[in-house]
Each structure stands twice: as C-alpha cells, then as structure tokens.
C-alpha cells in the first residue's frame, strides 16, 4: 500500500516536473559575460519559469509539454531599464496627452474626449500643449477650458513646463479669485499661470489615490512589457510608491520584476533592504540619493562655470559631509547606495564619496553613479578602480546634445556621455532611459549607443564617435549590467540554466540591421518567468504617449 502511494507519488512528481516548455526553430541572440554575442536555436523553459538550458545547431530536441514554434524569429533576453521611474510613466500615460496639438480647437476636442472616456478622473491633468505651433498664436484661457468642461477642475501644462491653464473650477478649488496676486517670479492672466505662479494651482491637486496608483501600475506594466523591458531598477520610489508595489504583489499582478531605491533616502517604512520578494519580481534593494539638478536647467554642479553663463557653475544638493553622512547611515543598513550625478563637480562628489564608503564597507557593494553625464576626464578612472557601476541612459546622449553644445566647452564634452572610456576604465555599466524622461523603449538607446547617432541618423558619424560602443557591449549594458547593477545577475540579465527565461521575441535581428532600423525595432512578444505576458496585436503598437 505504502509502496503504491509512493510509486503514484514518484509518477505525479515526474509528470509536474516534465511540464516544460521548448521554444524552438528561432534565431536566438544574448551575450555572455565578456559581452560577446552568443547564438542559440532555442530555449527549454521548466515548469518553473527557467531556464533549463539553450539549444544550439544540430542537437536533438528534447521532449517538452509544450512546443513552440518561433519560425525563426529573433529571441534575446528581456531588458533590464536599470533606471526608471515606475509610476511617473504610468501617470503620465493615463493624463491626457496635448503634443502636436494643431490649434485651440483640436486642444478643445482632445479635453472634451478625454473628460467623455475619463468620469472617474477627479481633476483632468494634461500636458504638452504649445500655443507657437497654432495658426493663433494666443495661449489658451480659463474661458476656452471652461467651455468644455466646468464640472471639475482641468489643469493643463504648456509643453516646456513653465506655464500651466487652469479653468473655473482648478481656481476656485484652488481658493485663487480675481484678487489673487502673482508671487515673485509668476504671472497670472486669464487663467494662465507661469512660473512661480503655477503653485497657486499645483499645490491644490490632490495626491492620487491609492486606486489611482494601481491603476498607473497597471499601465506602466503594460508600456514596459510592450517595449521588452522585463526588469527596472525602479528609482526614486516614495512610501506611497512602494505601498503600491506590495498591494500589487500580494494581487499577483506584478509583471515586471522592479529593484526598487527609495527616494532620498531609505524608507521608513523599509529600514533594511528585503529579500526578493513575489517570486523574484520585487526587492527594495537600495537607497537614492541626488548630488545636484540637470544640465537643461542649468541646474547641474560644475567645476568652472557654464559655457553659456560665466555667472554660475550649477548647484550641489549637498556638503561633502552631508552626503557622506547621509549615504554612510544607507550603507550601514546594508542598502545599495545610488546617486544621481550629471555635472563634473557632482560626478567627483560622488566618487570621492563611494571612495570613502569602500575604504568602511569594502569594494563589493556596488555604488552606483546615476547618469554620470559630464564627468573631469582626470576623475574617469577612479569610477572603474573603485568597482562603481555606471548607470547611463542613452538616449540622453542624442536628446541633449545641442543643448550640451551650449551649456559645455568641447573641453568638458570630450568625457561626456562617455560609455566607452567608462568600460575602458573598468566601471561597470548599466544602461536605462530614466522613463518618463525619455521612452522606456530600449532600441532607441541601443542604436544610439552603437552610433552616437539619433534615430534619423543625426549628426553624420556621430557625435564624439570615439565613445560608441560595439554591439555586444551595448546589449551587455542593457541585459547583464543592468541585472549586475542590482544584484541580480543570478537570477535576470542572460537566458542561462538556472535563470528566469525572461525573453522577448523581436521583429529583426539586431546584429543584421543598420543603426537606425535597429532604433525602429519592434516588439513581438514578452515572456517573464517562462510565460507569455504580452503578445503584439496585429497593427498596434505599444501605447505610450507623445514618444
Ligand atoms: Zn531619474
């Protein structure tokens, strides 16, 4: 009796275990640790989510529950963003999108839909309208707002941030009347409010709802999936942020796996980092902190002054001291320290920093610089000999560039955006988009890692060409250096036996098309943890807003 019972145990375990499933006839690409590009054939996935192992030409196939065809179809690792900000996509993809408007009519019809498919939506945010491309070039007023919707509050920001229109009821929620004044610095007219000013309104909208952040997570899952991004390093993440991420794993909704750096500072909430949580799909790994602002604004912690302004050098967020004390109390609790970097004086705050926390916590806790744009060439090596992870974005490359060419003398260019003099130095690099800043979509960014070129192949040869990097370095950055920069090259990153098969299947092969078309890729479909997650139906595209 006792001897059936096993032998029917032994048989059901075997028959659960054999549950796998062969992806197979496809052009599969990844790249192995030194970032040469591997090829395989195919992918036996177990009843787990994982990879058992990649099948090459000419083996025999094994036997599988489940056998699919890839029809040659290219199949790479899925990406990992190593720097994003979840919900901030998520809402901005739910707010009403006004880029490209054509005149005060079509920003009319746009809010009047918006409201129409939108009941739930408390107060109507949009953004991205520009009164310069109309054939009237007046901004737009309460008034025009008000005639399409006056039952709740509308707020809408003009594309470059600087000026918001509010109708009716945004004022009289906001307690602004006739007799309002403008703050320093602000103005105020028909509705309009710039500058300064904006806070009148702004500091009125409520906080989302907790519903409302579901829901933004959601949608940003959705957008993420759609472009092959299977992991993020999820920055900046408040408590509010994190809350969400836990309700939506204990819903089983979580898709995308997010190793989270909380906003500042450890949470409060989260005082040490967690274990991998929700079958690997969520790990509050790390703390993040800022050493200055952004090169567009000015913004950005120079050495010597701005090209463009021989008044300012940019501003520090922090002491030497300050920033060593608050990182030093992170490390302490075991956290992963990330610090947002973009000028030369802040990039060498920072690595003197981590030069400090290695000299108390040792070399292996992997300090990351975010973005590292402008770096003092004389800095560049002490990133790769204090073993610190670089993690850059791309396409901030090809957006910023013109506006670099104005705030930098070529000088202070020459170790900018600078992927391959930082793997030179043996910095580890991790490559991202910072979404919603850029497009989470990770293509753009590999073409323009590859070719220092933007997507329509601008400038001609590339701009400081001598920092591309080779194909394999680049898919390295985006699938492995993103996995390593959260520790988490055991589990993510590569489509070895042991690992997550989180992969994608994509419309080209990578290595067989010329930078731009590459930037044009498409996404096919996105499998996590051995399941097909999100699927391309015919003619749509992933919905992502005004990118
Ligand atoms: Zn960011």
């Known amino acids: 009796m006792t001897r059936t019972v096993l032998a029917l145990t032994a048989a059901l375990l075997a028959s659960a275990a054999s549950a796998s499933t062969l992806i197979d006839h496809a052009n599969g690409i990844q790249v192995d640790a030194s970032g040469h590009v591997q090829h395989f054939t195919g992918l036996l996935i177990d009843d787990d989510g994982k990879v058992v192992r990649l099948l090459h030409p000419g083996e025999p196939l094994p036997k599988a529950t ?57 107060w109507i945010i949009g953004t991205g309208w520009n009164q310069e491309l109309w054939p009237v070039k007046n901004f737009p007023t309460s008034a025009d707002l008000d005639s399409v919707v006056s039952d709740r509050p509308v707020v809408l920001e003009r594309v470059d941030g600087h000026a918001i229109v509010a109708n009716s009821a945004a004022m009289k929620a906001a307690g602004v009347t006739a007799a309002t004044q403008a703050p320093p610095g602000g103005r105020i007219e028909n509705g309009l409010f710039v500058d300064a000013a904006r806070g009148l309104i702004e500091n009125s909208i409520p906080a989302p709802t907790a519903g409302e952040m579901d829901a933004a997570l959601d949608k940003a899952q959705q957008i993420l999936l759609g472009f092959g991004v299977t992991g993020v390093g999820a920055m900046s993440v408040s408590s509010d942020e994190w809350a969400t991420f836990r309700r939506a794993g204990d819903a089983g909704k979580l898709q995308v796996r997010l190793m989270a750096y909380g906003l500042n500072g450890p949470l409060p909430e989260v005082p040490k980092p967690t274990g991998w949580l929700y079958g690997d799909h969520l790990r509050m790994a790390g703390a993040k902190f800022f050493a200055d602002g952004a090169l567009g604004s000015r913004g950005a912690w120079l050495k010597k002054p701005y090209a463009d302004d021989p008044n300012t050098t940019g501003l520090p967020r922090h002491s030497d001291a300050e920033l060593r004390a608050m990182e030093d109390r992170a490390a302490a609790a075991g956290f992963q320290v990330a610090t947002h970097a973009i000028g030369d004086a802040a990039n060498a705050q920072v690595i003197g920093t981590y030069e400090w926390l290695n000299g108390k916590y040792g070399t292996n806790r992997r300090w990351r610089i975010e973005h590292a744009q402008i770096v ?63 497009s989470p979509n990770p293509f753009p960014g590999l073409s323009a890692a590859i070719s220092r070129q933007d997507v329509n192949g601008q400038p001609p ?3 400081y060409p001598e920092e591309r990097v080779t194909l394999g370095q680049a898919l390295h950055a985006y699938t492995r250096g993103g996995a390593y920069a959260g520790f988490a090259e055991d589990r993510i990153g590569s489509l070895d036996p042991g690992k997550w098969a989180d992969f994608v299947i994509v419309d080209r092969d990578p290595a067989k098309v010329n930078p731009q078309e590459l930037a044009r890729t498409q996404v096919l479909e996105t499998w996590v943890g051995g ?17």
């Open 531 to 547: 399941k097909k997650l999100w699927s391309r139906e015919p003619s749509a595209a992933p919905t992502e807003r005004g990118k």
């Open 461 to 463: 040869g590339g701009w």
């Open 66 to 122: 489940t056998a699919i065809d890839a029809r040659g179809q290219t199949v790479m690792p899925g990406f990992i963003d190593a720097h994003g900000h979840v919900l901030g996509l998520g809402f901005e993809a739910l707010q009403l999108n006004l880029t490209g408007t054509s005149s005060i009519d079509d920003l009319k019809q746009r809010l009047r839909d918006y409201a129409a498919a939108h009941p739930e939506v408390r």
């Open 376 to 438: 003092d060439c004389a800095d560049l090596p002490r990133i790769g000999r204090g073993h610190m992870i670089a993690s850059m974005q791309p396409t901030h490359q090809t957006s910023d560039r013109l506006m670099a060419e104005k705030r930098l003398d070529p000088a202070r260019l020459k170790c900018a955006y600078a992927w391959q003099s930082m793997l030179r130095t043996g910095a580890k690099l991790a490559f991202g988009t910072d979404f919603p800043v850029e």
